[in-house]
């Protein structure tokens, strides 16, 4: 009976351990691999995503900024494209009709 017990015990310790040792690792990798959002001139980092419409069952159009220019990207099934890119201070929205976007290069992946 001695020997049940302590194979349970160590078997316990040994599962106590493992699953510690898991949590400390989901931890660091969570915190490594969080975004850290810096302030000033080079801090906006992150892609944002703004808006997106669905074309079909694989396509979509979608609107991205990232360093405070927008892209308009079409995404399928086989790749992503630039359809419309507007430089930074420029309003996609409500462009004027002197300020169109750039077109981008199609074949941009």
Same mark, same amino acid.
């Given at each position: 009976m001695e020997s049940f017990a302590l194979s349970f015990a160590s078997m316990v310790l040994a599962l106590a351990v493992v699953l510690a040792l898991a949590w400390v690792v989901l931890r660091l990798l969570r915190s490594r691999l969080q975004p850290r959002g810096k302030h000033g001139p080079e801090g906006d980092e992150m892609l944002r995503y703004v808006r997106a419409l669905q074309l079909g069952a694989k396509e979509r159009v979608v609107l991205v900024e990232h360093r405070g220019e927008r892209w308009m990207l079409g995404v399928t /099934? #086989? #790749?992503?494209?630039?359809? +419309?890119?507007?430089p930074? #201070? /420029?309003? /996609?929205? +409500? /462009? %004027?009709?002197?300020? +169109? %976007?750039?077109? #981008?290069?199609?074949?941009?992946?």
């Amino acid at each position: 009976m001695e020997s049940f017990a302590l194979s349970f015990a160590s078997m316990v310790l040994a599962l106590a351990v493992v699953l510690a040792l898991a949590w400390v690792v989901l931890r660091l990798l969570r915190s490594r691999l969080q975004p850290r959002g810096k302030h000033g001139p080079e801090g906006d980092e992150m892609l944002r995503y703004v808006r997106a419409l669905q074309l079909g069952a694989k396509e979509r159009v979608v609107l991205v900024e990232h360093r405070g220019e927008r892209w308009m990207l079409g995404v399928t /099934a #086989g #790749g992503i494209s630039t359809l +419309a890119h507007w430089p930074k #201070g /420029a309003n /996609a929205s +409500a /462009a %004027p009709s002197g300020s +169109a %976007p750039t077109r #981008g290069d199609a074949g941009c992946s």
